[in-house]
């Protein structure tokens, strides 16, 4: 395994990777940062919402398909 290590900066969610790395070889990033990179989930309900389904799947969250209750057939 080799390592470089450079700095940039995040602009609209991309960084810039240096020249001498080729493409499609496999990298492993880490991100150090003097700031928190995000606030706590607990002090924001709706970063708390939005996390509800982190991790899960399409087939996790799948609505059941309902078709609703059969027609009542009524005595004439």
Known sequence: MHAI??????????IQLPDGVPDGVRLRILILSQTPLAASVDDNLKSLLASVTEGMSDADILRPRDMGREATEWAS
Do not use: C, R
Not at 5 to 14: L, N, S, V, Y
């Open 5 to 14: 290590e450079f700095e940039a900066t995040a602009h609209q969610h991309t």
